[in-house]
């Protein structure tokens, strides 16, 4: 990874007001929104970030209402980027990889640059580096010499130990632990309270269940749950349960162990 996507989450010296939309009304989205408020109520010298607004190409009437009572507005789908300032940064508020990486694509035709949020309570440790959109939640910890790839998403109080590389549009969720000296290729999900044992390898879009506890390499596309972590039809596990996540489409977001 080249020198300049080397990233410090607290910027050094006089902080300025920069613009940023959030792309997705869900609740990641206004997750995204909840930090940026308690970042520029930590800033000394005024606000870091000036939030325009949400956009979202499959918004739900409930989600669009949610968004207005943060007294925030609701500016349209993402052609609304079209034109912006390249100074405007995007911070993209999708959880499951897969549609955060289709959602990155179609904002890549705009230009703009994304938006890096780090909860104030979120530790980045030494020697890590990572790429543009990285969103860490309150109590995610990073330790050292960790890198993470574009658009990855650490929820809350998820751990990543030493060594380990996260692929591209990842995803840990909260209260998950990856061990050191892992490899998590891109597009990942690592369940809620999931644990990946030291120096394993998760291939490119595969899912690890919520509670599941990895003990070997896991192959890309593979669906794994349970303790120890075992392969699962795939066509199965995405019958299972479903939400609505932030572009109003029905898919997997954790699978049960």
Same mark, same amino acid.
């Given at each position: 990874?080249?020198?300049?996507?080397?990233?410090?989450?607290?910027?050094?010296? %006089?902080?300025?007001?920069?613009?940023? /939309?959030?792309?997705?009304?869900?609740?990641?989205?206004?997750?995204?929104f909840?930090?940026?408020?308690?970042?520029?109520?930590?800033?000394t010298?005024? $606000?870091?970030? %000036?939030?325009? =607004?949400?956009v979202?190409?499959?918004?739900?009437?409930?989600?669009?209402?949610?968004?207005?009572?943060?007294?925030?507005?609701?500016?349209?789908?993402? %052609?609304?980027?079209?034109?912006? $300032?390249?100074?405007?940064?995007?911070?993209?508020?999708?959880?499951?990889?897969?549609?955060?990486?289709?959602?990155?694509?179609?904002?890549?035709?705009?230009?703009? $640059?994304?938006?890096?949020?780090?909860?104030?309570?979120?530790?980045?440790?030494?020697?890590?580096?990572f790429?543009?959109?990285?969103?860490?939640?309150? =109590?995610?910890?990073?330790?050292?010499?960790? /890198?993470?790839?574009?658009?990855?998403?650490?929820?809350?109080?998820?751990?990543?130990?030493?060594?380990? /590389?996260?692929?591209?549009?990842?995803?840990?969720?909260?209260?998950?632990?990856?061990?050191?000296?892992?490899?998590?290729?891109?597009?990942?999900?690592? =369940?809620?309270?999931?644990?990946?044992?030291?120096?394993?390898?998760?291939?490119?879009?595969?899912?690890v269940?919520?509670?599941?506890?990895?003990?070997?390499?896991?192959?890309?596309?593979?669906?794994?749950?349970? /303790?120890?972590? %075992?392969?699962?039809?795939?066509?199965?596990?995405?019958?299972?349960?479903?939400v609505?996540? $932030?572009?109003?489409?029905?898919?997997?977001?954790?699978?049960?162990?």
């Open positions: 990874m080249a020198e300049r996507d080397r990233r410090s989450p607290w910027p050094r010296g %006089r902080r300025v007001t920069t613009d940023v /939309v959030i792309v997705g009304a869900g609740g990641m989205g206004r997750e995204i909840g930090v940026i408020r308690l970042l520029n109520a930590h800033s010298d005024g $606000p870091r970030w %000036r939030v325009l =607004g949400f979202d190409d499959y918004p739900t009437e409930a989600h669009v209402a949610q968004v207005r009572r943060l007294g925030v507005p609701f500016l349209g789908t993402t %052609r609304w980027l079209a034109g912006r $300032p390249a100074t405007t940064r995007v911070a993209l508020g999708v959880g499951h990889p897969r549609l955060r990486r289709e959602t990155d694509q179609v904002l890549a035709r705009y230009g703009l $640059p994304a938006a890096t949020v780090v909860h104030p309570a979120a530790e980045i440790g030494p020697d890590c580096v790429q543009e959109g990285l969103f860490a939640a309150g =109590g995610a910890r990073v330790t050292t010499n960790v /890198v993470l790839g574009r658009q990855v998403h650490l929820n809350q109080n998820c751990t990543v130990g030493h060594d380990t /590389v996260l692929g591209d549009h990842v995803s840990v969720n909260p209260l998950a632990a990856v061990s050191g000296y892992c490899r998590l290729d891109d597009g990942v999900l690592v =369940g809620t309270t999931a644990a990946v044992l030291p120096g394993l390898r998760v291939g490119r879009d595969a899912v269940g919520a509670g599941a506890c990895v003990t070997r390499d896991v192959p890309a596309g593979t669906v794994v749950t349970g /303790v120890p972590a %075992r392969p699962v039809d795939r066509s199965a596990a995405d019958a299972g349960p479903v609505v996540p $932030p572009h109003g489409r029905e898919d997997e977001v954790d699978h049960p162990a």
